[in-house]
């Protein structure tokens, strides 16, 4: 019995200490400022790159949106290949999340009647390719720009809805 309860308590002090803490927001945001200067200093900023769009393997759909006034026109988030839009039912794409400081993304939400975009950074699958995100982004042109809503800390996040009969009210599962 004593070799039972021993071997019980070693497991869960394995258990314990086998993950990583969570990276803490600063240090995300301070990563975050180094890319943006190796982006601007680089000596290929000046190289035009064409995007193919998602192809065949494009990685893990983890979110879309759908406008209900107009059901070919749609935005679909990728677990760590950002959000696309499309006006044509998806014969083409375009990347509207290039600017973002993150590409994991774990949720979104459209206000379709606003044309505003909520997305929740930071893929919930719990797996060895899931990576954390930054917060909640929106988005009040198309995609353009984004500004952090917040949640910096909260590394993944799993739904958005928008309150149809309040769209300035936002519920987030994190």
């Not at 600063?26 to 064409?50: C, D, R, Y």
Request: overall charge positive.
């Amino acid at each position: 019995m004593k070799n039972r309860i021993l071997l019980v308590f070693s497991f869960i002090a394995c258990i314990s200490f086998a993950q990583q803490p969570a990276t803490l927001a600063v240090l995300v945001e301070q990563g975050l400022n180094q890319k943006a200067q190796l982006a601007n200093n680089s000596i290929v900023k000046n190289l035009p790159f064409k995007s193919i769009g998602p192809t065949v393997m494009s990685g893990r759909v983890v979110d879309f949106a759908v406008n209900p006034s107009n059901p070919i026109e749609f935005y679909v988030g990728y677990a760590s290949g950002g959000v696309w839009y499309t006006k044509n039912n998806g014969t083409s794409f375009s990347p509207i999340f290039d600017s973002s400081p993150t590409q994991n993304v774990g949720s979104l939400a459209v206000d379709w009647d606003a044309r505003t975009i909520w997305v929740g950074t930071g893929e919930v699958n719990s797996s060895r390719s899931s990576y954390s995100g930054i917060g909640l982004l929106k988005s009040t042109d198309d995609g353009k720009t984004w500004q952090n809503m917040g949640l910096k800390d909260s590394h993944h996040i799993s739904k958005i809805i928008i309150n149809p009969n309040n769209p300035s009210e936002v519920l987030v599962s994190v």
